[in-house]
């Protein structure tokens, strides 16, 4: 009799449509009360207005009582309803924990494929958060803007004339030797602007920061450092503010050290120098670029703005020009980006793309939880059936089933934090060199909190349609009363899954198919010629401080010497010198005026390759052939005759119908023409990826004056580089102490670190993939092994009926085919479709390359076809005198 | 009766005459007010409407227990019922309530002491 109201209160309670209503119950009672008295009253022998008046009189004034007692009970209902949500949610997670500890084989395999689902977006997450969601380090980083790159005189020109910024900053990368006294070491620095480092929000921590005083040459020998280099170099002296810190062996005076927590641009950086104007130098000003333009915009102002000022702006600098005509594209490609996005740059989508990869992973992973579910429901219908004739609702029903699947996802958290923790700790190690903000990357807060949120996500995903399916009003009468449930109940599940199996296998199908293009790329980009030939080459860095090397012979003796004690040690073929080392640093491109072509530098000149100055044995180091003409030789001296060598396209480019090798080009300044005396073939410079690039060669003795004195030894050795580069590193120190030396390692390593970013993707999304894979696998033998179990009778019957064990294994290999394939086509599908913003990653290879379609399909029928064996024969074992006996 | 009167005495006496009431088996308020009436035998005339704060006060101590049923003549109505709790309660205080009664009873009976 209290059931069906009680029930009819409690449903209201889940399902939020309403709560008990106070008022209308306090009415009811009162009502109840007042017409009982009057019924009594009537049988007593009064009037029926009598009646009611003395019942009325009776009760006393009823509006305060009624309100009394309508205000306590809508208190108490609140109450009430709290503490039953309560008391249920701590019911169901009991309950949960219980039927989890029952079936273990089943918690532990849905816990451990959730946590390696969860617990690679832990880490990749890490990444997410550390390079694209976390605000730099820096005072409102919003504001902050790069603006490209230039030279200083576009920079002095930008900063008057930009007003949509309040503060505009320029900056290079500098690694000098820098000589504290004891030791002389190449170091990280940066020479920057006076106003960058307050413009960033950043003080020092000891002394004074730049001062407008500071920029002026001359005064301009102060310097920064870093609390590292306060640390580690000065012992962390509290007097270490005006003593001496050697940057290229010229002495500067430190004026400030910044707090650890400023790391511009990345925590390599050990000091800071002001960057100092050379207005008479024109030149100087406005003929080297490469300098980085970082601005706050101005209160107020949009990125738009910005934007639109500085595409105004900035083209409008071409007639300022003083030495050249930059032509009609000059600064064209000018614009404004969030600093944030420019300095995590390339590597963006590379983080997005392995994101999404976890992802996918991830929702396989619930897949198959929802699977290994499903599954389990049927084995649980009974439970599930006499639960709800026990008078548990569909609603509560569900909520028990979804507790223990967020239950089960938390599990799974818990172990995937654990499991994503131990990965980030490879991830960073194996991250590829030159990955901004790297060392930002942890297991912090915000990533435990998203893992949390994935749990509880999770949870809902791979535990809604489960719980649905299993709470189905029809199929748990069936079951109750024991009947039908083999044929309908369990056909319908196996159907469900049968789709989330295809779904997931089109999911794995997707990262196979991204992570075999992958693959071949890689592979293609690895059997990509440079056009030097990097085994048994070996490179290192001589980083001479200027000061002690002012005199330009001093530094060619220096080179000589390195050079030809090089040359002797035994196991070395060659031995040379280049300025810019392919593969390991930009080498800028250059205009340049071709004699008889391009010849006024008032005009626009043409953009020339790579200028590189070389030593005469650079090209039999470095195993480039010779095409035509002589190569560099001893006799190419400062006072000799201007030369240059080309590559192959630059001599097209110019002269398509005749002999390069005596044609004449220049520089884009005033200088003497440069005769072109050989022609060699293009090579990769920037990495291998990049295009063929055109270069151009001078003799390192006849350089222009704007070239540092650091080089690179490249030296060919017979066999085994390893015993020569310890060999260099003597030879270095022996032949003066002052002189640093670093990064000595192989050609091939150096190449090889051009690719570290494709590797790394590869070898992510190729993780990544095979554990989809995987994930299929299982998904595939849960479900075949299901249905197996669910028709197990049918088989019999067909042993029975003379089957052989042949048409059985068909039979369920063929099912397992069947989905496969339908996941397979539309994985494909949609990998074709992803493929297309695979586009930046891949090299030689299309997006839909049908070779690698057509891998994965062979590899998915064989990885479904295994993973139905199984499942197959023991089909083949069913007794069919035992299934036909059966119910 | 004017309520003044008999207000401090009812706020005590109330609860144990309602506990009381639900002895025998769960009842409704009217039913409870009718057991009140013919028990006391309309010398302790209490105002029916207060019977149900009282029975709020009484449930919020967890004394007595109600539930929504349906009445004999097929209305919806709240049921009271007495808990363990209520039960020990209408112990204590009805042998606290009757050592005090047969106190005064005592005292009033006895000659006063002529000074």
């Given at each position: 009799?209290?059931?069906?109201?009680g029930?009819?209160?409690?449903?209201?309670?889940?399902?939020?449509?309403?709560?008990?209503?106070?008022?209308?119950?306090?009415?009811?009672?009162?009502?109840?009360?007042?017409?009982m008295?009057?019924?009594?009253?009537?049988?007593?022998?009064?009037?029926?207005?009598?009646?009611?008046?003395?019942?009325?009189?009776?009760?006393?004034?009823?509006?305060?009582?009624?309100?009394?007692?309508?205000?306590?009970?809508?208190?108490?209902?609140?109450?009430?309803?709290?503490?039953?949500?309560?008391?249920?949610?701590?019911?169901?997670?009991?309950?949960?924990?219980?039927?989890?500890?029952?079936?273990?084989?089943?918690?532990?395999?849905?816990?451990?494929t959730?946590?390696?689902?969860?617990?690679?977006?832990?880490?990749?997450?890490?990444?997410?958060?550390?390079?694209?969601?976390?605000?730099?380090?820096?005072?409102?980083?919003?504001?902050?803007?790069?603006?490209?790159?230039?030279?200083?005189?576009?920079?002095?020109?930008?900063?008057?004339?930009?007003?949509?910024?309040?503060?505009?900053?320029?900056?290079v990368?500098?690694?000098?030797?820098?000589?504290?006294?004891?030791?002389?070491?190449?170091?990280?620095?940066?020479?920057?602007?006076?106003?960058?480092?307050?413009?960033?929000?950043?003080?020092?921590?000891?002394?004074?920061?730049?001062?407008?005083?500071?920029a002026?040459?001359?005064?301009?020998?102060?310097?920064?450092?870093?609390?590292g280099?306060?640390?580690?170099?000065?012992?962390?002296?509290?007097?270490?503010?005006?003593?001496?810190?050697?940057?290229?062996?010229?002495?500067?005076?430190?004026?400030?050290?910044?707090?650890?927590?400023?790391?511009?641009?990345?925590?390599?950086t050990?000091?800071?120098?002001?960057?100092?104007?050379?207005?008479?130098?024109?030149?100087l000003?406005?003929?080297?670029g490469?300098?980085?333009?970082?601005?706050?915009l101005?209160?107020?102002?949009?990125?738009?703005?910005?934007?639109?000022?500085?595409?105004?702006?900035?083209?409008?600098?071409?007639?300022?020009?003083?030495?050249?005509?930059?032509g009609?594209?000059?600064?064209?490609?000018?614009?404004?980006?969030?600093?944030?996005?420019?300095?995590?740059?390339?590597?963006?989508?590379?983080?997005?793309?392995?994101?999404?990869?976890?992802?996918?992973?991830?929702?396989?992973?619930?897949?198959n939880?929802?699977?290994?579910?499903l599954?389990?429901?049927?084995?649980?219908?009974?439970?599930?059936?006499?639960?709800?004739a026990?008078?548990?609702?569909?609603?509560?029903?569900?909520?028990?089933?979804?507790?223990e699947?967020?239950?089960?996802?938390?599990?799974?958290?818990?172990?995937?934090?654990?499991?994503?923790?131990?990965?980030?700790?490879?991830?960073?190690?194996?991250?590829?060199?030159?990955?901004?903000?790297?060392?930002?990357?942890?297991?912090?807060?915000?990533?435990?909190?998203?893992?949390?949120?994935?749990?509880?996500?999770?949870?809902?995903?791979?535990?809604?349609?489960?719980a649905?399916?299993?709470?189905?009003?029809?199929?748990?009468?069936?079951?109750?009363?024991?009947?039908?449930?083999?044929?309908?109940?369990?056909?319908?599940?196996?159907?469900?899954?049968?789709?989330?199996?295809?779904?997931?296998?089109?999911?794995?199908?997707?990262?196979?198919?991204?992570?075999?293009?992958?693959?071949?790329?890689?592979?293609?980009?690895?059997?990509t010629?440079?056009?030097?030939?990097?085994?048994?080459?070996?490179?290192?860095?001589?980083?001479?401080?200027?000061?002690?090397?002012?005199?330009?012979?001093?530094?060619?003796?220096?080179?000589?010497?390195?050079?030809?004690?090089?040359?002797?040690?035994?196991?070395?073929?060659?031995?040379?010198?280049?300025?810019?080392?392919?593969?390991?640093?930009?080498?800028?491109?250059?205009?340049?005026?071709?004699?008889?072509?391009?010849?006024?530098?008032?005009?626009?000149?043409?953009?020339?390759?790579?200028?590189?100055?070389?030593?005469?044995?650079?090209?039999?180091?470095?195993?480039?052939?010779?095409?035509?003409?002589?190569?560099?030789?001893?006799?190419?001296?400062?006072?000799?005759?201007?030369?240059?060598?080309?590559?192959?396209?630059?001599?097209?480019?110019?002269?398509?119908?005749?002999?390069?090798?005596?044609?004449?080009?220049?520089?884009?300044?005033?200088?003497?023409?440069?005769?072109?005396?050989?022609?060699v073939?293009d090579?990769?410079?920037?990495?291998?990826?990049?295009?063929?690039?055109?270069?151009?060669?001078v003799?390192?003795?006849?350089?222009?004056?704007?070239?540092?004195?650091?080089?690179?030894?490249?030296?060919?050795?017979?066999?085994?580089?390893?015993?020569?580069?310890?060999?260099i590193?003597?030879?270095?120190?022996?032949t003066?102490?002052?002189?640093?030396v670093?990064?000595?390692?192989?050609?091939?390593?150096?190449?090889?670190?051009?690719?570290?970013?494709?590797?790394?993707?590869?070898?992510?999304?190729?993780?990544?993939?095979?554990?989809?894979?995987?994930?299929?696998?299982?998904?595939?033998?849960?479900?075949?092994?299901?249905?197996?179990?669910?028709?197990?009778?049918?088989?019999?019957?067909?042993?029975?009926?003379?089957?052989?064990?042949?048409?059985?294994?068909?039979?369920?290999?063929?099912?397992?085919m069947?989905?496969?394939?339908?996941?397979?086509?539309?994985?494909?599908?949609?990998?074709?479709?992803?493929?297309?913003?695979?586009?930046?990653?891949l090299?030689?290879?299309?997006p839909?390359?049908?070779?690698?379609?057509?891998?994965?399909?062979?590899?998915?029928?064989?990885?479904?076809?295994l993973?139905?064996?199984?499942?197959?024969?023991?089909?083949?074992?069913?007794?069919?005198?035992?299934?036909?006996?059966?119910? | 009766?004017?309520?003044?009167?008999?207000?401090?005495?009812l706020?005590?006496?109330?609860g144990?005459?309602?506990?009381?009431?639900?002895v025998?088996?769960?009842?409704?308020g009217?039913?409870?007010?009718?057991?009140?009436?013919?028990?006391?035998?309309?010398?302790?005339?209490?105002?029916?409407?207060?019977?149900?704060?009282?029975?709020?006060?009484?449930?919020?101590?967890?004394?007595?227990?109600?539930?929504?049923?349906?009445?004999?003549?097929?209305?919806?109505?709240?049921?009271y019922?007495?808990?363990?709790?209520?039960?020990?309660?209408?112990?204590?205080?009805?042998?606290?309530?009757?050592?005090?009664?047969?106190?005064?009873?005592?005292?009033?009976?006895?000659?006063?002491?002529?000074?």
């Open positions: 009799m209290s059931g069906d109201s029930r009819a209160k409690r449903w209201r309670r889940y399902l939020r449509l309403g709560r008990p209503n106070a008022r209308a119950d306090v009415d009811d009672e009162l009502a109840f009360h007042l017409d008295r009057t019924q009594r009253n009537v049988a007593l022998g009064m009037s029926p207005d009598d009646a009611r008046r003395e019942a009325e009189q009776r009760f006393g004034e009823l509006d305060p009582v009624r309100d009394v007692l309508v205000d306590h009970d809508a208190r108490r209902n609140v109450r009430t309803e709290r503490a039953e949500l309560l008391s249920d949610l701590v019911h169901d997670v009991r309950f949960g924990v219980r039927s989890l500890l029952r079936a273990p084989a089943f918690t532990i395999s849905a816990a451990l959730l946590a390696l689902g969860i617990g690679a977006n832990a880490a990749i997450f890490s990444v997410v958060h550390a390079l694209l969601l976390q605000p730099l380090p820096y005072a409102r980083p919003y504001e902050l803007v790069s603006v490209g790159t230039g030279s200083a005189a576009e920079y002095l020109a930008l900063r008057e004339r930009l007003h949509a910024i309040r503060d505009l900053s320029a900056w990368e500098q690694t000098h030797p820098v000589d504290d006294g004891q030791e002389a070491v190449r170091v990280e620095g940066a020479a920057v602007t006076v106003n960058l480092i307050s413009m960033l929000g950043a003080s020092p921590a000891m002394g004074r920061g730049f001062t407008a005083q500071d002026i040459i001359g005064n301009n020998t102060v310097v920064i450092i870093s609390h280099m306060w640390q580690r170099r000065f012992g962390a002296a509290r007097d270490v503010i005006g003593r001496r810190l050697l940057i290229e062996g010229m002495p500067y005076s430190i004026v400030g050290v910044m707090p650890p927590t400023f790391n511009f641009p990345n925590k390599q050990e000091y800071w120098q002001p960057y100092a104007f050379e207005m008479r130098n024109v030149g000003l406005w003929a080297v490469g300098k980085k333009f970082i601005a706050r101005a209160p107020g102002a949009t990125l738009d703005q910005a934007r639109r000022e500085v595409r105004t702006v900035w083209p409008s600098l071409r007639r300022q020009n003083p030495l050249w005509d930059p009609p594209d000059y600064a064209r490609d000018a614009t404004v980006t969030p600093l944030q996005d420019d300095i995590v740059g390339s590597t963006r989508p590379l983080v997005w793309m392995l994101f999404g990869s976890v992802l996918l992973v991830l929702l396989i992973a619930c897949v939880v929802a699977n290994l579910l599954a389990r429901a049927t084995a649980r219908e009974r439970e599930l059936a006499v639960r709800a026990l008078g548990g609702g569909r609603g509560r029903l569900m909520r028990q089933l979804v507790t699947s967020i239950l089960l996802a938390v599990c799974g958290a818990v172990l995937g934090v654990a499991i994503g923790a131990a990965a980030l700790r490879g991830l960073v190690s194996a991250l590829p060199p030159g990955v901004p903000r790297a060392d930002e990357i942890a297991l912090s807060l915000p990533v435990i909190a998203y893992t949390a949120l994935l749990a509880i996500g999770t949870g809902l995903l791979f535990g809604i349609v489960p649905w399916r299993a709470t189905a009003a029809g199929s748990s009468v069936r079951s109750v009363v024991g009947f039908g449930r083999r044929a309908t109940a369990g056909h319908s599940h196996a159907r469900t899954s049968a789709v989330l199996v295809a779904g997931e296998v089109a999911l794995a199908v997707l990262l196979a198919v991204s992570s075999a293009l992958l693959v071949r790329s890689f592979a293609a980009l690895r059997a010629a440079p056009g030097f030939e990097p085994t048994n080459l070996i490179a290192a860095r001589i980083t001479p401080p200027i000061a002690k090397f002012v005199k330009p012979e001093k530094l060619s003796s220096l080179y000589t010497e390195l050079i030809d004690r090089t040359r002797a040690l035994p196991g070395v073929r060659s031995a040379a010198a280049v300025d810019k080392l392919p593969m390991a640093q930009s080498v800028w491109g250059m205009a340049l005026r071709i004699e008889h072509q391009h010849e006024d530098n008032k005009h626009t000149l043409p953009d020339v390759g790579h200028l590189q100055s070389v030593t005469p044995d650079y090209f039999t180091a470095m195993g480039i052939p010779l095409l035509r003409g002589r190569a560099f030789t001893d006799a190419d001296r400062a006072d000799a005759l201007p030369v240059a060598m080309v590559s192959r396209s630059v001599a097209r480019r110019f002269w398509p119908n005749d002999d390069a090798v005596g044609k004449r080009i220049g520089y884009a300044f005033d200088s003497p023409w440069m005769t072109i005396v050989g022609v073939p090579t990769k410079q920037d990495s291998l990826r990049d295009t063929l690039a055109t270069s151009i060669y003799p390192w003795e006849q350089r222009t004056r704007m070239s540092g004195a650091e080089m690179w030894l490249v030296v060919r050795t017979t066999e085994d580089p390893a015993s020569v580069t310890t060999a590193r003597r030879i270095v120190r022996e003066n102490p002052s002189v640093p670093s990064d000595v390692r192989t050609m091939s390593a150096v190449v090889g670190d051009s690719m570290s970013k494709t590797r790394f993707t590869t070898l992510l999304v190729g993780a990544f993939a095979t554990l989809a894979l995987l994930l299929g696998a299982v998904g595939i033998y849960g479900v075949m092994s299901y249905l197996v179990s669910q028709r197990a009778r049918e088989m019999g019957i067909r042993i029975a009926l003379g089957a052989k064990r042949a048409d059985v294994v068909r039979l369920v290999v063929g099912r397992a069947w989905l496969a394939a339908t996941g397979g086509i539309v994985g494909i599908a949609a990998a074709i479709f992803v493929a297309r913003a695979l586009r930046q990653w090299y030689g290879v299309s839909s390359d049908p070779i690698t379609l057509t891998a994965v399909s062979v590899l998915l029928l064989g990885v479904a076809s993973a139905s064996f199984a499942p197959a024969l023991r089909a083949t074992r069913v007794d069919p005198a035992l299934s036909l006996r059966e119910e | 009766m004017p309520r003044q009167d008999t207000g401090d005495l706020q005590g006496t109330l144990i005459l309602i506990l009381k009431s639900l025998p088996g769960t009842a409704h009217y039913a409870i007010a009718r057991w009140i009436e013919d028990a006391a035998a309309d010398v302790l005339r209490i105002e029916e409407g207060s019977l149900y704060p009282a029975l709020r006060r009484l449930e919020d101590r967890g004394l007595v227990a109600s539930e929504w049923g349906v009445s004999e003549n097929n209305r919806r109505a709240r049921y019922s007495i808990t363990a709790a209520g039960r020990k309660h209408l112990r204590n205080e009805a042998a606290v309530w009757l050592r005090y009664s047969q106190a005064v009873t005592r005292v009033l009976r006895t000659e006063p002491a002529v000074t």
